[in-house]
């Protein structure tokens, strides 16, 4: 069988998610792996190419390699011709247009015509303000943008966004959001035909992986009197085992999968009708 190739990211943001991932799918990447450039994982079937998140879209695109983890806004900042397989449940952040707080400028309206912009994500914005209908100068820069508009480059700057604190501390003030943007899991579109069975397979594991992320197993011994209570008090649950307890009538024990946002809601509903002994616990992966 022909092994695969993935890029993978060689540092930076998305370095210890996609590590973590592929761990989770079994391809261990052990400390001197890292340190390599490339590394042979699963017996041969995987290579995989330690790799800038920025330049993954392009290599797999080239079919350098046939798959890789890399950020959705570098794909569509790049408009490389790769097919996404997989959102990924990390590198979650925002493309926003934000202005110095000393500035004034509290919407997109109040932003003259022809201001300049400083961005490492050019396409991105020029796309933006022309679907806007804003003219304005866009000036590529390749890190730092926050400072921009404080040393006279520019009047406003896109950048990514996680949680704002860096806006906040570089005193800028977010305006709009031009894109969501998340880790994602893209193939070469040859690649896809010539080895559909293996990318595949890689694709399955990687979901059932990122869809146990999202759910918890719940377990609780509820009494039998309020059972018929159960689907109606837990939405969010789906179908519950029930089982017998031995030397207990009035009791049964109940197994569920439950999403993770749920959970805290779903044991307070269980307590309330009289729920004891619960338990939770992650699910490694979930193949549906
Ligand atoms: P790197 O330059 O290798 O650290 O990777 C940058 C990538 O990480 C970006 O293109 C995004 O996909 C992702 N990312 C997630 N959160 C952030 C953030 N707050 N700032 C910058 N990049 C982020």
Same mark, same amino acid.
């Given at each position: ?33 890292? !340190? #390599?450039?490339? @590394?042979?994982? /699963? *017996? ?8 800038? $998140?920025?330049? =993954? ?16 806004d ?17 590198g979650e952040c925002r ?30 914005? !020029? #796309?933006?303000? @022309?679907?806007? /209908? *804003? ?8 890190? $730092?943008?926050? =400072? ?12 990514l966004v996680d ?18 943007s ?107």
């Open positions: 069988m022909a092994g695969v190739k993935i890029a993978v990211p060689n540092k930076g943001r998305l370095s210890d998610g996609a590590a973590r991932l592929l761990e989770k799918i079994g391809l261990r990447v052990s400390e001197s792996d890292e !340190r #390599r450039l490339i @590394a042979e994982v /699963g *017996k041969g079937r995987y290579q995989l190419l330690f790799v800038n $998140a920025k330049d =993954i879209p392009e290599y797999v695109e080239l079919g350098v390699a046939d798959v890789g983890i890399t950020g959705r570098l794909i569509e900042e790049q408009g490389k011709a790769v097919k996404p397989l997989l959102e990924l449940n990390f493309l926003t247009v934000a202005v110095s707080e000393s500035s004034g400028f509290r919407r997109l309206d109040d932003v003259p015509e022809g201001a300049t912009v400083a961005t490492s994500f050019p396409n991105l914005t !020029r #796309r933006y303000f @022309a679907q806007r /209908g *804003k003219r304005v100068e866009v000036v590529a820069v390749s890190g $730092a943008t926050e =400072i921009t508009p404080h040393i006279g480059v520019a009047d406003l700057i896109t950048d949680t704002g604190s860096t806006l906040r501390v570089n005193r800028l003030r977010p305006l709009e959001v031009i894109l969501e998340r880790a994602i899991f893209i193939a070469n579109p040859k690649s896809l035909a010539e080895k559909p069975l293996e990318i595949g397979e890689l694709t399955s594991a990687l979901e059932s992986v990122v869809s146990a992320e999202q759910k918890r197993y719940l377990m609780a011994n509820v009494p039998k009197a309020v059972l018929d209570q159960l689907p109606a008090l837990l939405p969010g649950i789906s179908g519950p085992t029930i089982m017998p307890i031995m030397g207990r009538d009035d009791l049964v024990a109940i197994h569920a999968v439950t999403s993770e946002d749920a959970l805290n809601g779903v044991i307070t509903v269980l307590k309330s009708i009289g729920a004891t002994g619960i338990l939770v616990v992650p699910i490694e992966r979930m193949v549906i």
